[in-house]
């Protein structure tokens, strides 16, 4: 079974500095896919950002980046210039794949940006 | 824009109540989800369909059950709420991406048992 580990359950950053979140992950599947979700306070949860695992370049979207380590298992966002917008609840997720229809989620990081 | 919404953001209902909370996508999709987002635990998925009919549990459905008459509605019952479930609902549709699942989510509703 897939497991998600977040090990940052609350971080803050100013605003327009930068800050990454950590995300590891255990899988015996070589092909996958991993997501980090944004869920902002009283609001409805949004795909920020897609890494598919056989492809070595990390996934960027705006602001948004990621270190995609595959022999590490490790998955961190990075969010660059931070803006007030960015305070939310940060899920990173697996997925595994063909014939899977789930999502195994981490436990989250609360991220706080600071004016 | 894919569209998933639920019956109610925040509900209160006793002890011992039937509550059936309801989740509609107007997208077409196929799979649907139910799930439970604790403090400190993430989201938990509690059961999810992929087609009419058709439902899977998911890692925590005890005290819980779904049903799915039509594509496009997902409603999760709990047969006699308990104070142990009181929590956050997410639910969620997914359409095939061609390689992978993307799901959507909609608003959640809070749900508090006394």
């Known amino acids: 079974a897939q497991t998600v580990t977040q090990s940052q359950p609350e971080m803050s950053v100013q605003e327009a500095e930068t800050v990454t979140l950590s995300c590891t992950y255990d899988?015996?599947?070589?092909?996958?896919?991993l997501f980090w979700y944004k869920q902002p306070p009283s609001r409805q949860m949004i795909l920020v950002i897609r890494?598919?695992?056989?492809?070595?370049q990390n996934a960027t979207e705006n602001r948004f980046s990621v270190n995609f380590q595959k022999a590490a298992k490790s998955f961190s966002l990075k969010i660059s210039d931070s803006q007030l917008g960015d305070t939310a609840m940060y899920f990173c997720?697996?997925?595994?794949?063909?014939?899977?229809?789930?999502?195994?989620f981490g436990k989250g990081t609360k991220l706080s940006v600071i004016p | 824009d894919v569209k998933v919404t639920q019956s109610s953001r925040y509900l209160v209902k006793r002890t011992g109540e039937k509550v059936f909370l309801e989740c509609v996508q107007d997208m077409d999709h196929e799979n649907m989800f139910w799930y439970r987002q604790d403090p400190g635990l993430g989201l938990r998925l509690i059961y999810f369909s992929y087609d009419v009919k058709m439902k899977e549990k998911g890692d925590i459905p005890e005290g819980y059950s779904v049903s799915r008459e039509k594509k496009e509605r997902f409603s999760l019952i709990l047969e006699s709420a308990s104070t142990n479930q009181t929590s956050m609902y997410l639910c969620a549709s997914s359409v095939y991406m061609g390689s992978y699942n993307e799901q959507f989510f909609g608003p959640g509703t809070r749900l508090t048992v006394l």
């Open positions: 890494q598919e695992a056989y492809k070595q």
């Open positions: 899988t015996s599947e070589n092909n996958y896919y």
């Open positions: 997720a697996h997925y595994s794949g063909a014939g899977s229809y789930q999502l195994t």
